[in-house]
């Protein structure tokens, strides 16, 4: 059965860099033939989409990251991560990492995600 | 990218049947059978209903159904169950400014 855990510093300065692990098991990241990726919900509010990659297809981002947003791929592990940098207290939210459903739907697969507060 | 519109809350009695709406643009919804719809429990990971605009996966109760008109998505729940009370999200594949997903804004769905 595919599971999926995120892990990372719950807490992060202003301006530093923010970074997630996904812990993929029930499934092979470099054999998949599925899209993975990363959403995020700020506390009270809603979903947003902030990137997938296709292991031997490239990566995709939400243009409203600015390109802050990166990840990266560790096939020896079976993990995948996230670094976003320049945080604010805008990218607190709750970090969830997935595996899409099939192409056009971006994640029928969660994590049970993992807070990350952006505060000095 | 702006967020797809979603009714902040909808609300329906026991057995009833409730109707959401999820409306973007020509560049997102109207431009592309990929919506799909999720239901988020407090404190809980959203949970896939419904991709490619009407498709249900394995083990998702055929009391939800999606369709799509123009740049208007919509999700229907029949037979409302208490157990429905949630959060419900839209999202689309869309290529304004370059290929991404956007969701929408939720809509909080009452059990009357």
């Known amino acids: 059965q595919l599971q999926l855990q995120e892990s990372g510093p719950g807490l992060v300065k202003p301006s530093e860099t923010l970074s997630l692990t996904c812990t993929v098991s029930g499934d092979s990241i470099s054999s998949s033939t599925y899209y993975w990726g990363w959403i995020r919900q700020s506390p009270g509010k809603g979903l947003e989409w902030i990137g997938s990659?296709?292991?031997?297809?490239?990566?995709f981002y939400n243009p409203s990251l600015k390109s802050r947003g990166t990840i990266s791929v560790d096939t020896s592990k079976n993990q995948f991560s996230l670094k976003l940098n320049s945080v604010t207290a805008a990218d607190t939210a709750v970090y969830y990492c997935?595996?899409?459903?099939?192409?056009?739907?971006?994640?029928?697969?969660w994590g049970q995600g993992t807070l990350v507060t952006v505060s000095s | 990218q702006s967020a797809l519109t979603q009714p902040a809350s909808v609300s329906g009695s026991p057995g009833q049947s409730i109707t959401i709406s999820c409306t973007g643009t020509?560049?997102?919804?109207?431009?592309?059978?990929?919506v799909s719809w999720y239901q988020q429990h407090p404190g809980k990971a959203p949970k896939l209903l419904i991709y490619?605009?009407?498709n249900r996966p394995s083990g998702v109760s055929n009391r939800f159904s999606g369709s799509k008109s123009g740049n208007t998505a919509s999700l229907t729940i029949s037979g409302l169950q208490a157990e429905d009370e949630a959060e419900y999200y839209c999202t689309s594949f869309t290529t304004s400014i370059s290929a991404h997903y956007v969701f929408g804004t939720g809509t909080d769905v009452t059990v009357l």
């Open positions: 997935a595996r899409e459903h099939s192409n056009g739907c971006p994640a029928a697969y």
């Open positions: 990659f296709f292991y031997t297809g490239g990566t």
């Open positions: 490619d605009v009407s």
């Open positions: 020509s560049t997102d919804v109207g431009a592309y059978n990929y």
